[in-house]
């Protein structure tokens, strides 16, 4: 999500060039974009750089949408061992897996990123988070106010 913030906050600071109105903003999203819209209206990284969101097939809180960190964990995991990477930099530093990844050929790397399925249909391995706060937290926090 963080790349979509830094959109967000340059389509804020330039639309006006464009004939927009920054009080105006209206995101739209289908599936995972629906999801996407949703969670920038939760998160307060993104939340005042749009008035509002339309969703079509996939809302925040879809169970495809969010993990917890330890989901997000065990399924790194499972992809970087797919790809050959895990084991061998099991004990090593974050910067030598990139380095072990960066390597691969695309094609192998999305070839192999769909590690697990739940529900009968594939999970996607990685999910959006801004600022270290990940759709779970922002889901859960938003059902509490």
């Given at each position: ?100 990844v960066r390597r691969l050929d695309a094609r192998f790397i999305l070839d192999n990123e769909w590690v ?10 990685y999910i959006p988070c801004t600022s270290g706060r990940c759709p779970h937290n922002l889901v859960e ?5």
């Open positions: 999500m963080m790349d979509q913030v830094v959109v967000l906050r340059w389509i804020r600071d330039h639309i006006a060039a464009f004939g927009g109105d920054r009080d105006r903003v209206t995101l739209f999203g289908e599936s995972s974009g629906a999801s996407s819209a949703g969670l920038h209206q939760m998160s307060v990284d993104s939340r005042d750089l749009f008035a509002r969101a339309i969703y079509q097939s996939g809302s925040p809180d879809s169970q495809w949408s969010f993990m917890t960190r330890s989901q997000a964990h065990q399924r790194s995991t499972k992809f970087f061992n797919a790809v050959g990477c895990g084991q061998r930099y099991a004990s090593q530093s974050g910067d030598q897996l990139l380095t072990c697990q399925s739940d529900f009968m249909v594939r999970v996607h391995t926090s938003a059902t509490r106010h």
